[in-house]
């Protein structure tokens, strides 16, 4: 990302080897209102490509394309990346609109 410098980079994702704050972080961004899709890209680009391929088992080439949108993900597939890598299941709501 332009105007981050390493160290930035290198904080920020030292911080996701937290996985308590991990969890928060993706929580957040989708009470924010954020899609599935953009909550976990941006947690991914915070992370570091690579830490998430190497914890989901995916090819660093594959998340790169995620993230990048070259690629898109069923939800099942979000879903069960989020489990593995963050802990956290996937539940659907659904409410009476106004």
């Given at each position: ?26 929580k957040f961004v989708i009470a924010e209102g954020e899609e599935l899709d ?22 660093l080439q594959a998340v790169s394309d995620f993230v990048a949108k070259r ?28």
């Amino acid at each position: 990302m332009a105007g981050r410098s390493k160290s930035y980079n290198e904080f920020t994702a030292k911080k996701f080897e937290d996985l308590a704050y991990a969890q928060g972080y993706i929580k957040f961004v989708i009470a924010e209102g954020e899609e599935l899709d953009v909550a976990l890209r941006s947690t991914i680009h915070n992370m570091g490509i690579k830490a998430f391929a190497d914890k989901s088992g995916l090819s660093l080439q594959a998340v790169s394309d995620f993230v990048a949108k070259r690629q898109r993900w069923s939800t099942d597939k979000m879903a069960k990346h989020i489990l593995q890598v963050f802990n956290l299941k996937m539940k659907v709501a659904f409410e009476v609109a106004s």
